[in-house]
T-cell receptor, first 111, second 111 residues
Framework: QEKVQQSPESLIVPEGAMSSLNCTFSNSASQSIWWYQQHPGKGPEALI?????GNKKEGRLTVYLNRASLHVSLHIRDSQPSDSAVYLCAVSPNNNNAPRFGAGTKLSVKP | GGIITQTPKFLIGQEGQKLTLKCQQN?????MYWYRQDSGKGLRLIYY???????QKGDLSEGYDASREKKSSFSLTVTSAQKNEMAVFLC??????????FGSGTRLLVI
């Protein structure tokens, strides 16, 4: 089964800084990678997805995928206190199977 | 827009008890999922269902049963609750294997 690892476990950044989160996975043929945001007491909400090698930008979010190194990263530009949440990386295997999730990175943005 | 409703929101059970969690979605999504989230850990896949009356085991299916009697609903049963067990059970749905939407979760405590 797909193995998904996230780092760091927690991250504290000042308001306005760049936040960088990492995710590694075990299968280079995995179909798609998703990043989710989860606030306390809520279910995860989809933020951004990537399917092809390279990068994808949406607003303050940029995601980079390198299948050769089995690595994907999420960068949040101009981080805001409202961005404070747990960020989950989810990877869908290539055989039309359900996504597997990492343990998450807890982001705290200090005013 | 649609919604995923999980009931109950909180569930307190006793050791050895059989407990049932319910999930309803009105997106008309084909695929539904049950994940377990323990504190500080990622989501672990328990069961998923590709269509009505279909069931697929996930990575954590032992100790659980699931049922998908109709397209809009997916139930999960804890067959024998373990003492001091505490976790959040999250239901999700998707069209195919992309663009997942999660419910807010059922919080389980076993005393």
């Amino acid at each position: 089964q797909e193995k998904v690892q996230q780092s760091p476990e927690s991250l504290i950044v000042p308001e306005g800084a760049m936040s960088s989160l990492n995710c590694t996975f075990s299968n280079s043929a995995s179909q798609s990678i998703w990043w989710y945001q989860q606030h306390p007491g809520k279910g995860p909400e989809a933020l951004i997805s990537i399917f092809s090698n390279g990068n994808k930008k949406e607003g303050r979010l940029t995601v980079y995928l390198n299948r050769a190194s089995l690595h994907v990263s999420l960068h949040i530009r101009d981080s805001q206190p409202s961005d404070s949440a747990v960020y989950l990386c989810a990877v869908s295997p290539n055989n039309n199977n359900a996504p597997r999730f990492g343990a998450g990175t807890k982001l705290s943005v200090k005013p | 827009g649609g919604i995923i409703t999980q009931t109950p929101k909180f569930l307190i059970g006793q050791e050895g008890q059989k407990l049932t969690l319910k999930c309803q979605q009105n997106f008309n999504h084909d695929t539904m999922y049950w994940y377990r989230q323990d504190s500080g850990k990622g989501l672990r896949l328990i069961y998923y269902s590709i269509t009505e009356n279909d069931l697929q085991k996930g990575d954590l299916s032992e100790g659980y049963d699931a049922s998908r009697e109709k397209k809009s609903s997916f139930s999960l049963t804890v067959t024998s609750a373990q003492k001091n067990e505490m976790a959040v059970f999250l239901c999700a749905s998707s069209a195919g294997f992309s663009d997942y939407t999660f419910g807010s979760g059922t919080r389980l405590l076993v005393i």
